[in-house]
């Protein structure tokens, strides 16, 4: 932060005392001018109080601690205790040193009046501050606001500290001196597209691109440091870097904890896998109170080379289970998508608050810290430590950078963000910021994440029937005498129904009288009330731009026709393309997929169009005159529900993901928590399906059933 010195000096006599506050996050300035005279004839007169008042216990604790405010030089605090301590006196002889140290006090008082432009220039340079009893005393934010007009304005010599407040004071500084480097970090990046020199172990594979280095570089120099890069930009990595790089500093487990929310606790542990470049452990925790317990439990027993181990709670479990969470003296916080606390108001804000408190590091991630107004970004700072947005009172921070109006009902309107390029210099002492373009030449291939939903309850019920009537078939398929691979085989699409669950729909087995003849045909039915895996896809669709084209991926042909009617109900343009789709239609989906800017949504089997397109979501070969044709790309890959094919998998990824792609991919999963989605999902993405053995399937079936056969 740089500082100018004013051109008006403060006198050489004046004194600018801090103390800290009760709750020792705050400074009590007291402001003065330093007089010939000294506390010496007071300090005198309260030891002979002292002495003498030794039978009158009550007015000993108060001479007693007026005599120490004198030797402090506390000049305030000493008056105005004398002052008690003559008004409890009852015995002569006391009272006449008690006397003589009052008259010394009001007639030859060690300081007088300050400067004016101690008094009122500085006074006024400070932002947070409130009047206290007494001439010029002030209780004065403890943040870098604060420190830096008293830098500007006081030479070091003219400040008296008391009580510690030097440390507060010094640590304070060396904060706003570290974010100075990060500035200088960031612009020489910005400008030359300088990477900071530095010994931090990278991913020998999966190395960080140059414009994460930086954001690492400036975050390992900070207790507190938010990553604001937009969706897709790698701040995922950039904090599994600092993670790594922290924990090999110490001769013990590292501990950490991600807060963030439900739809994305999974893809947190498939990125540690993916990025940590030492071994260590993830938790996620989920369920009930007594399930959370035992996760917390499970998050700290260790195997002996565990170098980090991180919880991955959402932010609704964070409140159910602080009991447990705050138990535990965390080395790393990290609050991702932490405009989900932007509010300071709600609960949800002040267990981040909590949970701040108990952390050494503090890092918010979000590519959107600004979601209303500027004045959003009060919690991100907040949650980096107690003072980063230069205040510790919301409301005073709001009056610095918001202008106001009286409202109908008398409510506050914001009516314009002032100082705004205070806010701006913050930013760039804080956070890492990066757009999407401006990342572009550096971005990695494709970025995975997973979208959670959670089951109706009629979902739960035909998911758990399904569970048990699978038991009795598998395991007379397992002891059947077909060939291995057919039994392996068998069983995997055996599993599949259960996908079909979780995807919103059942298929009931036909019925047979006694003769063998059919009595109710086989019958495929959506479960009754509301889908949740469409939902989601649907509010997916709705977040996206006019420019964003997605490509969804289903298993089930049942899944891409509803699918295509819930997206089609919305207004959406879309394009199917599975097994009965003819030829020309596939031709023409494609076309229209890359050509037709109105057509944003290709829903396909990846069995059907896993190989052979090419779906860029924009005219790659210009067979258009449509501009608008060259602004449209695929941004994103969605699978919606997808067998355990890790070849089917990897060429439908690669169908919006190759040659010519302009702009970051994303590749989500919707899941839902502890089904079949979850196994097969990381079947897939490990390549583990490949020649299978009959215990790989057991090992499949004690996770999807719960059961060894």
């Known amino acids: 932060m740089t500082l100018d010195r004013p051109a008006m000096r403060i006198a050489n006599a004046d004194r600018l005392q801090l103390s800290l506050s009760d709750e020792g996050e705050h400074f009590v300035a007291e402001i003065y001018a330093e007089r010939g005279n000294d506390a010496t004839v007071v300090i005198e007169e309260l030891r002979a109080a002292v002495q003498l008042a030794e039978e009158q216990p009550t007015l000993l604790a108060v001479c007693r601690k007026a005599l120490h405010f004198a030797e402090q030089n506390q000049y305030y605090y000493t008056l105005q205790t004398v002052k008690a301590a003559q008004a409890q006196c009852v015995n002569r002889d006391v009272a006449q040193h008690i006397n003589r140290a009052v008259n010394e006090l009001m007639y030859r008082p060690w300081r007088g009046p300050a400067s004016s432009v101690a008094k009122t220039t500085f006074v006024s340079a400070v932002p947070e501050r409130k009047k206290l009893d007494g001439a010029d005393r002030w209780h004065f934010g403890g943040t870098d606001l604060s420190t830096t007009a008293i830098e500007k304005y006081w030479p070091r010599e003219q400040i008296v500290f008391l009580d510690n407040a030097d440390a507060l004071y ?16 960031t612009a020489k990046w910005e400008a030359n597209k300088e990477v900071p020199k530095h010994s931090y172990d990278l991913h020998p594979e999966r190395t960080l691109s140059a414009y994460q280095q930086v954001a690492l570089v400036n975050a390992m120099n900070s207790d507190g440091f938010g990553l604001f890069m937009k969706q897709g930009t790698g701040k995922t990595a950039v904090t599994i870097a600092r993670v790594c790089n922290d924990a090999k500093k110490l001769d013990r487990v590292y501990r950490g904890i991600i807060v963030c929310p439900n739809n994305v606790r999974f893809n947190w542990a498939e990125e540690f896998k993916r990025f940590a470049t030492i071994p260590g452990k993830c938790t ?75 952390s050494k590091v503090r890092m918010p991630l979000t590519g959107t810290p600004i979601t209303n107004t500027h004045l959003d ?3 991100h700072w907040e949650f980096m430590g107690a003072g980063y947005s230069g205040f510790h009172n919301h409301k005073a921070f709001k009056n610095h950078f918001g202008e106001f109006a009286k409202g109908r009902n008398g409510d506050e309107v914001l009516e314009s963000i002032k100082n705004l390029p205070e806010i701006k210099e913050r930013l760039a002492r804080t956070a890492f910021q990066i757009t999407l373009e401006e990342a572009m030449p550096d971005l990695p291939e494709k970025v995975y994440d997973v979208r959670e939903v959670e089951m109706t309850p009629r979902q739960a019920e035909i998911y758990s029937e399904v569970q048990k009537s699978l038991i009795l078939e598998i395991e007379a398929t397992m002891n059947s005498d077909r060939p291995k691979a057919m039994v392996i085989q068998n069983v995997l699409t055996m599993l599949l129904r259960l996908a079909q669950i979780t995807s919103g729909f059942v298929v009931w087995d036909p019925v047979f009288d006694d003769d063998g003849n059919v009595v109710v045909p086989k019958a495929t039915e959506d479960i009754e009330g509301v889908n949740p895996k469409l939902e989601s896809l649907v509010e997916l669709a709705a977040e996206k731009d006019h420019t964003e084209k997605t490509l969804i991926w289903a298993t089930f042909t049942h899944d891409i026709k509803n699918i295509a009617a819930a997206l089609r109900a919305e207004g959406h343009d879309v394009v199917e393309f599975y097994g009965q789709t003819k030829e020309a239609a596939r031709l023409e989906a494609e076309w229209k997929y890359n050509c037709d800017p109105d057509c944003r949504f290709f829903v396909g089997n990846p069995a059907a169009g896993g190989t052979g397109l090419n779906l860029l979501g924009y005219d790659h070969r210009d067979e258009t005159d449509d501009p608008r044709a060259k602004e449209t790309d695929t941004t994103q890959i969605v699978y919606y529900s997808q067998n355990w094919s890790p070849v089917q998998r990897d060429q439908s990824e690669a169908r919006g993901h190759r040659r010519k792609t302009r702009r970051y991919v994303r590749v989500t999963d919707l899941c ?4 079949i989605d979850e196994e097969i999902r990381t079947r897939v993405l490990a390549k583990i399906m490949n020649a299978m053995e009959v215990s790989d399937v057991t090992s499949i079936l004690q996770s999807v059933l719960g059961v060894s056969l």
Do not use: C
């Not at 500084?173 to 100075?180: E, L, N, P």
């Not at 790393?332 to 709600?346: L, Q, R």
């Open 170 to 185: 010094d640590s304070i500084r060396w904060q706003a001196k570290a974010q100075d480097i990060n500035v200088l970090n």
């Open 284 to 358: 996620v925790i989920r369920g009930g109170a007594l399930e959370r317990r035992k996760q917390m439990v499970d998050a700290f027993t260790f195997d002996g080379d565990e170098q980090y181990t991180m919880v991955i709670i959402s932010y609704d479990s964070l409140v159910r289970a602080w009991e447990d969470i705050s138990l535990v003296p965390w080395d790393i916080a990290v609050g991702d998508e932490s405009h989900y606390f932007k509010t300071p108001t709600t609960r949800r804000f002040k267990y981040m608050k909590r949970l701040r408190d108990i």
């Open 377 to 379: 970004l009060f919690a």
């Open 672 to 675: 839902i928590p502890g089904t």
